[in-house]
């Protein structure tokens, strides 16, 4: 059976983090932390994370041409992942984010995009003839948003399946939102998209009633250890997960987006790929880090068994 084929086209940072007791407040030091520095980016560890879970990956980004951008490159061809849609950027640095950890996996993220910011329509046109090939194309906001939509337009015309992780939260335009076969927030995301505040089942399903107007044909919000709300239409269906002790969510929805893709791409049925991307999430939330939490097929039936 041929891998299935995806194109992701997004964002890639180096991750500096440090994990502690607690976050600190404005204007406060908490001592006495653990730091690691790892491969991130939401483009970035959704092409990782699909990758290992079996799929042929194109990435579409703008990385630095320093040190940064050089060993992120490395790494995506280590992971198997197609760069040649990778431009080194000689005017920018490449993305960095600081990331707090606090002991309950909770974190906070500020970035300096440098490169990522640099991501144009042109670069998405460029690696067209990747995404006629692709089965499915994944997008997040970490980029221009001119070029976010050009991706989904594309993907659409080429007769892809669009998946859009809208993170980090922000309006989305209906032009935007009617090439989205898949849109997956989170509860935030969601509220912000649909000034719905989700405190019932009910207003779940008002909510993505209405990102449905708007255009998306499937609505998936995630809910951390809860599992995900999958709606197509009707009343909605909840998509449970496995528990687990969360050591950092960092890439957790990053899992869940590249996993999705993955089952999407091989013809899962849209409960059951649901499902496996909550096992990659649930996964990815057990580990330190960005990309080194992603995890593997293997690892996945592991945690499910």
Do not use: W
Not at 117 to 145: F, G, H, T, Y
């Amino acid at each position: 059976m041929k891998k299935p084929r995806i194109v992701v086209v997004g964002s890639s940072n180096t991750d500096m983090v440090v994990k502690s007791s607690r976050i600190p407040a404005p204007g406060e030091t908490v001592l006495g932390g653990e730091f690691v520095m790892a491969a991130g980016g939401k483009g970035a560890n959704q092409a990782v994370a699909a990758a290992r879970l079996g799929g042929d990956v194109c990435f579409v980004a703008r990385v630095g041409d320093d040190l940064f951008g050089r060993t992120a490159i490395e790494n995506f061809r280590q992971e198997g992942i197609s760069v040649d849609y990778v431009t080194k950027d000689p005017r920018k640095p490449s993305g960095v984010a600081l990331i707090l950890v606090d002991e309950h996996g909770e974190n906070i993220i500020s970035v300096a995009p440098g490169a990522n910011a640099e991501l144009s329509p042109d670069d998405v046109r460029r690696a067209r003839p990747a995404i006629e090939q692709a089965d499915v194309v994944v997008i997040q906001l970490e980029v221009p948003l001119e070029t976010v939509a050009e991706a989904a337009r594309v993907g659409a015309e080429s007769g892809a399946r669009v998946i859009l992780n809208p993170a980090p939260a922000q309006s989305l335009d209906n032009r935007l939102l009617r090439h989205v076969t898949v849109l997956t927030p989170n509860e935030t995301e969601t509220e912000l998209l649909t000034s719905v505040t989700l405190r019932s089942p009910a207003e779940r399903v008002e909510a993505a009633q209405e990102l449905r107007r708007r255009g998306v044909q499937t609505v998936v919000i995630t809910l951390g250890g809860s599992g995900s709300f999958l709606f197509t239409g009707g009343i909605g269906v909840m998509v449970p997960t496995v528990k687990i002790q969360p050591v950092d969510t960092t890439a957790a929805g990053d899992a869940f987006n590249g996993a999705l893709a993955v089952a999407l791409a091989e013809g899962q049925e849209l409960e059951r790929a649901v499902q496996f991307a909550n096992l990659a999430g649930a996964f990815a939330a057990t580990r330190l880090g960005a990309q080194p939490s992603l995890p593997r097929r293997a690892e996945l039936r592991e945690l499910e068994a």
